[in-house]
C-alpha cells in the first residue's frame, strides 16, 4: 500500500480564496482524521470520521471549515473563505481503530497570504 | 480536560548516549498512549503503542514506559544515533474523549 496520500503538498493561496484538501485513506482503514499543526497550538484534531460518517467535528475552528468523505477512499477539507491565521501544515491520518496505530500522510502546507 | 506535556523541548546530545525523553498527562484515565516520530517537513510515524493495561513496550533501541498513576511516560533511547534526530510526540487517548490528545514534542538532535 502506498500509504495516506494528501493533496497538494504545498498550497499558497490569496485571503478570501476557498482551499480544498484531499486525503486518499490506506484501505481497509475505517477512521480517518484531519490534523492541523502550528508552532503555537502543536497538532490539533479537526474532524474524523469513521466509515465515511463525520463523528465528532468538535475541533473544526469555524464554519469557514468544512470537510466530506463521500467514500471510503477519499477525503476533503475545505476553507472558504481562507485567512491568514488558517496558514499551518494539515495533516490526514487513518487507522482500523479510533485508538489504534494511525498513519499520517505527507502533509498539505497551507499559506494564506 | 487532558493535557499533555512534553519536556524539555529540546535536546541535544552526542552520539551513542542513552537518554530518556518525558511525557506528562493530567488525567489517568487513559486508554492507550503512542510515541510518534516526526522528521521535518514530513508526517508523524508510530513508534510504540502502550496499553493501559501495560508497563512498558519494546521495540529495537526504543523502550516506552508507562505509569498511569502518576501520569508519566518516559521514552528511552539507546545508543542514540545521527539518524534520531527528529522531534518526538506522544499522545494519549483519553478514556471518553474518542481522540487523541498530542503533546507539543521534544525536538532531539544528535551530533556525530
Known amino acids: 500500500d502506498a500509504g495516506v496520500i494528501q493533496s497538494p503538498r504545498h498550497e499558497v493561496t490569496e485571503m478570501g480564496q476557498e482551499v480544498t484538501l484531499r486525503c486518499k485513506p490506506i484501505?481497509?482503514?475505517?477512521?480517518l482524521f484531519w490534523y492541523r499543526q502550528t508552532m503555537m497550538r502543536g497538532l490539533e484534531l479537526l474532524i474524523y470520521?469513521?466509515?465515511?460518517?463525520?463523528?465528532?467535528d468538535s475541533g473544526m475552528p469555524e464554519d469557514r471549515f468544512s470537510a466530506k468523505m463521500p467514500n471510503a477512499s477519499f477525503s476533503t477539507l475545505k476553507i472558504q473563505p481562507s485567512e491568514p491565521r488558517d496558514s499551518a501544515v494539515y495533516f490526514c491520518?487513518?487507522?482500523?481503530?479510533?485508538?489504534?496505530?494511525?498513519?499520517f500522510g505527507p502533509g498539505t502546507r497551507l499559506t494564506v497570504l | 480536560k487532558q493535557e499533555v506535556t512534553q519536556i524539555p523541548a529540546a535536546l541535544s546530545v552526542p552520539e551513542g548516549e542513552n537518554l530518556v525523553l518525558n511525557c506528562s498527562f493530567t488525567?489517568?484515565?487513559?486508554?492507550?498512549l503512542q510515541w510518534f516520530r516526526q522528521d521535518p517537513g514530513k508526517g508523524l510515524t508510530s513508534l510504540l503503542l502502550?496499553?493501559?493495561?501495560?508497563r512498558e513496550q519494546t521495540s529495537g533501541r526504543l523502550n516506552a514506559s508507562l505509569d498511569k498513576s502518576s501520569g508519566r511516560s518516559t521514552l528511552y533511547i539507546a545508543a542514540s544515533q545521527p539518524g534520531d534526530s527528529a522531534t518526538y510526540l506522544c499522545a494519549v487517548y483519553t478514556s471518553g474523549t474518542y481522540k487523541y490528545i498530542f503533546g507539543t514534542g521534544t525536538r532531539l538532535k544528535v551530533l556525530a
Open positions: 502502550i496499553q493501559s493495561s501495560q
Open positions: 488525567d489517568s484515565a487513559i486508554y492507550n
Open positions: 470520521f469513521n466509515n465515511n460518517v463525520p463523528i465528532d
Open positions: 484501505s481497509g482503514h475505517d477512521y
Open positions: 491520518a487513518t487507522g482500523g481503530e479510533a485508538t489504534d496505530t494511525q498513519y
